[in-house]
């Protein structure tokens, strides 16, 4: 669409919007709208660029403000909440504009970046197409790790906004579509920051980029740190726990360690039944330091114990999640000299074990 066309579709979109809700005026609250109108925004930015969505937010704060708060039909603004309402929309609504727009234009470099990188295959010996993949990779990793971050802090940011703006304003917090919408979006921003975090570590790891800061680790303390983090995935279920002995040591990066015996229980509470306990175990075994964690699931099938370490394999597709988990283990374990394996537990599961080397 050219340069006219996009500004008549900014126009045309606020509107449009204008003209479906004002009907319903009287039926949903000032929050409601102002979410179709955020929802406007970032279409027309994904669609045509920052400045179309600049010009949508600024006719929507004005729509908003003239048609939906009252007195109706004037700019002026009696009540005090009215004027927060106001002005939180526009930044919001600005906001996401802009930061929809740049995605766009990163999503464009990105696909320049891949064209440069079949063009590199293409044209290149084979060790030089190797060199120009391992550059375009790490631009890419780049580009997407910024791209992905950066709206996404500001998504949840001004989502967080909205909702505290929504309770301030309603004492009683009504069951209503505005809440659910905000709170869908809330954790949807927090599940692909936690995919955008799995895929980012996960490529350090391939590259063998990962940075570890080695130390000695008590195993008690590190089992103690990991719990508390997997509080809120364990709240229904015992996780019972066997350190053997007390004073068992290991050189690591405690970090990523830490993240690794995390994605087990994860694992472990999301195939096994609610309810369950989960079993994790720590002692010397044969000279090393043997991790387990064991549930009460249905465990592993033999032909499945390789695949379920690799990108994306999943072994249940009704478990919510993106297969990353057990391949940042792997590469965790496998940066620190051990290894990660699965076998059938003693309790009718599966019990994933992790080895490594013992610090006396």
Known sequence: ??????????????????????????????TTVSLAFVLGVLLIATLFGSRPALLTSL???????????????????????????????????LTVGQLSATARHRAEVAENLYADLQTAFEQASEAEAVRRSEKLKSALLDAVTHDLRTPLTSIKAATTMLLEEHKAVHTTLNPGAEADLLEVINEEADRLNHFV????????????????RRSTINVEDLISSVLH???????????????????LKITGDEKALAEALFNLIDNAAKYSPAGRPIYL????ADGHVRLSVEDEGRGVDVRERERIFTKFHRGDKTVKGFGLGLAIVRGIVEAHGGRVFVEDGSHGGARFVIDLGIDR
Do not use: C, Q
């Not at 066309?5 to 039926?27: D, F, N, Q």
């Not at 002026?76 to 002005?87: D, K, L, Q, S």
């Not at 975090?197 to 940075?211: N, P, Q, R, Y």
């Open 197 to 212: 975090e799995s895929m980012v570590e996960l490529a350090k790891l391939e590259a063998g980029a990962i940075d570890t």
């Open 229 to 247: 983090r997997t509080a809120g995935l364990t709240d229904d279920r015992n996780v019972i726990v066997n350190v053997r002995p007390n004073a």
């Open 1 to 30: 669409m050219n340069g006219p066309g996009k500004y008549l579709a900014s126009i045309g979109a606020v509107v449009a919007l204008t003209a479906l809700s004002l009907p319903l005026r009287e039926h949903v609250n000032s």
């Open 281 to 284: 175990d720590a002692g010397d």
């Open 59 to 93: 006719l929507a704060a004005f729509s908003f403000n003239f048609f939906f708060l009252p007195p109706y039909y004037t700019l002026t603004i009696a009540e005090p909440e009215n004027w927060v309402a106001v002005v939180v929309f526009l930044i919001v609504a």
